[in-house]
């Protein structure tokens, strides 16, 4: 059965960092492309950061670049992301999902598996 599992949500000032984990299981994870993905109240959800199978390749959405870093470890089958420097506008809850594919994805529709998302709720 797979299963994405996110953590690391909370309620941060702007300016503040967390990192979001999601453990992966059920699935061969280094042949698969991870990717983030967040939807705040009454919008769409949006693409964050993707990377690519074995962690070379990485894309971030203009918004988040240069805050956010997203990484993985494949002993670990866990994708990370990495958010510093916090602002209201990033409040959403976050997903991780999958999909297999050897390179960066930018299209939700790509991705195979999603978890359930964590929220993320920035004060100013």
């Known amino acids: 059965q797979v299963q994405l599992v996110e953590s690391g949500g909370g309620l941060v000032q702007a300016g503040g960092s967390l990192r979001l984990s999601c453990a992966a299981s059920?699935?061969?994870?280094?042949?698969?492309?991870m990717g983030w993905f967040r939807q705040a109240p009454g919008k769409e959800r949006a693409f964050v950061a993707s990377?690519?199978?074995?962690?070379?390749?990485?894309d971030y959405a203009a918004s988040v670049k240069g805050r956010f870093t997203i990484s993985r470890d494949n002993g670990k089958k866990t994708v990370y992301l990495q958010m510093n420097s916090l602002k209201p506008e990033d409040t959403a809850v976050y997903y991780c999902?999958?999909?297999?594919?050897?390179?960066?994805?930018?299209?939700?529709?790509?991705?195979?598996?999603w978890g359930r998302g964590t929220q993320v709720s920035v004060s100013s």
């Open positions: 999902a999958a999909a297999q594919y050897y390179s960066t994805i930018y299209y939700a529709r790509q991705y195979e598996y």
């Open positions: 059920g699935f061969t994870f280094d042949t698969y492309a």
């Open positions: 990377i690519s199978r074995h962690g070379i390749s990485t």
